[in-house]
């Protein structure tokens, strides 16, 4: 097996009950590839899936009620864009529109480069603390952060997965309860990757008057 491939099934659900055609994937390394498309009068659906090193198809005769599914089994998939393509054909072989989405598939996390931490700052006046992460994560894709911050290690009482695509994010801390001593506050950055893996940085910052 190629280096990045890994041996999966792809699962496709296709619904000829209704007269729209609508088109769901699902992205996340682990949720299985899911494509609908809604026609009437149907008799069979080409499913096509397409990536990098992959082109495979799939006739699949709709049932009476108007649903069904197939399965692409044993594929050896290398991380890349995927795209999955559905076409209905009717009993005089007349085609749809193909209706089409794709999907990322990614089997390592993003990277977090050695010796770079999370910058945490804190401003008195308005209560503010402001984290920032620019350059400590890497991919060749887009990532999603979640942010979290509570006042004790792996707390999330002051925010909770906190989403946001950019490398900095600011929230608001009570500056009631930062007694003469101050107050720690722990930070956790998640990058995550568009198949749902994901890197953890954490900071403490220590909030005083």
Known sequence: MAEGARQTTCHVSVDHRSDKCTLTVFRKLWHIPTIIIIHRHLSTTQVTLEGPGTEVKEFVTVDTKGYMCTDFKGL?????LYQISVTGINNVKMKTETKMGNFTLLTKPP???DGRTLSLSWNPSDGSVTVSWD?????KYQLQYEVSAGTVQGGSDII?????RENQLVFSFDKEVIGP????????VRAISPSGLYETANAQILLTY
Do not use: I, M, P, R
């Not at 350059?135 to 991919?139: A, M």
């Not at 909770?160 to 946001?164: C, D, H, I, M």
């Not at 101050?182 to 956790?188: A, C, H, R």
């Open 76 to 80: 050896h998939l290398k991380d890349g």
């Open 111 to 113: 990277f977090k480069h």
């Open 135 to 139: 350059s400590l994560f890497y991919s």
């Open 160 to 164: 909770q997965w906190q989403e946001t």
């Open 181 to 188: 001593a101050g107050k720690d506050v722990f930070v956790s």
